[in-house]
């Protein structure tokens, strides 16, 4: 059974609701999933898994979450080749940045050899029903990438 890790950064719940969502739709893949906050895992850990989604949202003017800057800066220091991997997030259209934690973890998973076969996932604030529906699209291709076929 494959095995994914979901790591986000969420201050008022939306990232982690995101990040649940994409776990329920994983599991239904027969997908083994772990969620963890940023906070309590070092980038390295997600080398013992089959691959990685990672998210955060983006605070203000396009700013990295204080309690994500760790993380973000520790990830350069992992070599993700052979896994699969891929960012998600929330953030705010009222920014002209928006969501660009989202980009800025796709790049660095990227750089550091990550296999990255879905587009990052921004929501505007909190998931309607329209981002669930995107959500679950975003991980059966994720699922499928992650489990070859």
Known sequence: MAKVMIVYASMTGNTEEIA??????????????????CISVEPEK????????????TYDDGELPDEFVDFYEDMSDVDFSGKVCASFGSGDTFYDEFCLTVDLVEKRLKEQGATVPVEGLKVDLDPDEE?????????????DALLGK
């Open 20 to 37: 649940d969502i994409l776990g329920e739709e994983l599991e239904k893949y027969d997908i083994e999933v772990e969620i963890e906050e």
């Open 46 to 57: 997600l080398l013992a898994y089959d691959g990685a989604l990672i998210g955060g949202y």
């Open 131 to 143: 981002d669930v529906v995107r959500a679950e699209a975003y991980a059966k291709t994720f699922a």
